[in-house]
């Protein structure tokens, strides 16, 4: 018989307090898509993120000997997935609603069980494989491929989804090796850079033709920010640091299928968003959709729960 699965009551809270975090940023990264290129938001996000884990999270894990790494290979990797997770989700965000991006990429938790199966050897059963393919079927339910109601957008949330599946099964595989701030401090770091780098590539927008909303998004001029708009951006790196510090808390301390379900805390935030901020209402293809993909989630962590749990003793009958 495999061995007891064990659970991480700390590590699960912090997979849902990631979801609560991840929705304030998508919520922001939405609000200001439309005065802002996508590198400059993610550049102020990460200046705040990184001082933030440097002046507060790495001191209370243990001190800064944490930045230093056995694992350079891996981090690589890390940056590369999380990177190409944001660019492709983010750039779908601001052309599509935020509750059916949001919805797509709740696929995230269906591919890291496909993931973890052929990466770490994990072995979902029968249902945790009827719930990966119930879930699809909620992600087709919402893209609608093949019908007048198909957005070509739709696949980005999609695929910033398998970024981010991928991100947490390196992260998985990483496991006690690394320190969560460690493992959370090198993604923050590789977005300083890169978006650092964007900025000087991009920053006098001379490659937004204006023809593409998406790549209009990402290769817009850099424009300095409003003084009103000050906050957001440094609520965004606020919500990101401590939204990276717990997702790779959460992915550490337990299974990745079983800690993925409890992000899903981010889909009634992102309708709520929407409905208050954007005048955003989910239609019926949406709500059926979202409902199959919450719903084979919480059935993937039905089974985790339940499966080889040890039998219970009878209690011994009372006497007298």
């Keep these: 018989m495999s061995a007891e699965i064990r659970i991480s009551v700390p590590g699960l809270l912090a997979a849902a307090g990631a979801g609560i975090a991840f929705s304030v940023i998508d919520m922001i990264f939405k609000f200001l898509s439309g005065d802002y290129p996508l590198y400059e938001m993610v550049l102020f996000r990460s ?10 999270i790495m001191p209370l894990e243990g ?9 350079p290979r891996l981090h690589l990797l890390r940056c590369c997935m999380v990177l190409l997770a944001n660019i492709f989700f983010f750039t779908g965000l601001a052309i599509m609603p935020l509750a ?13 069980t496909t993931l973890s199966a052929l990466l770490l050897g994990e072995r979902p059963g029968p249902w945790r494989w009827g719930a990966v393919f119930a879930g699809f079927l909620g992600v087709l339910i919402i893209m609608r491929p093949g019908t007048s109601a198909f957005q070509a957008a739709a696949v980005l949330p999609l695929l910033g989804a398998c970024g981010y599946a991928a991100l947490h099964v390196l992260t998985r595989r990483a496991g006690n ?44 001029a850099w424009i300095w920010p409003d003084p009103e708009d000050w906050p957001y951006l440094i609520g965004v790196g606020l919500a990101g640091s401590v939204g990276g510090y717990l997702v790779t808390q ?7 299928t079983l800690a993925a379900p409890f992000e899903y805390i981010a889909m009634p935030m992102s309708v709520l968003w929407g409905v208050l901020i954007f005048n955003e209402w989910p239609d019926a293809p949406v709500w059926i959709g979202s409902s199959l993909i919450v719903a084979s989630g919480l ?5 985790e729960t339940r499966r080889n749990r040890p039998a219970t003793r009878p209690r011994p009958r009372a006497e007298g």
Excluded: K
């Design 250 to 256: 959460a992915y550490r301390l337990n299974e990745a």
């Design 47 to 56: 200046v705040v993120a990184v001082c933030v884990m440097l002046a507060i």
């Design 299 to 303: 059935v993937s962590l039905w089974r």
């Design 100 to 112: 059916e991006a949001v919805a797509i990429s709740f696929a995230t938790p269906l591919i890291v």
């Design 63 to 71: 001190g800064y000997h944490l930045l230093r790494t056995h694992r």
């Design 177 to 220: 090796a690394e320190a969560g701030a460690t493992m959370a401090f090198y993604p923050m770091l590789g977005f300083l850079i890169v978006s650092a780098l964007a900025g000087l590539l991009f920053g006098d927008g001379r490659y937004a033709t204006g023809s593409n909303p998406a790549l209009d998004f990402i290769l817009r």
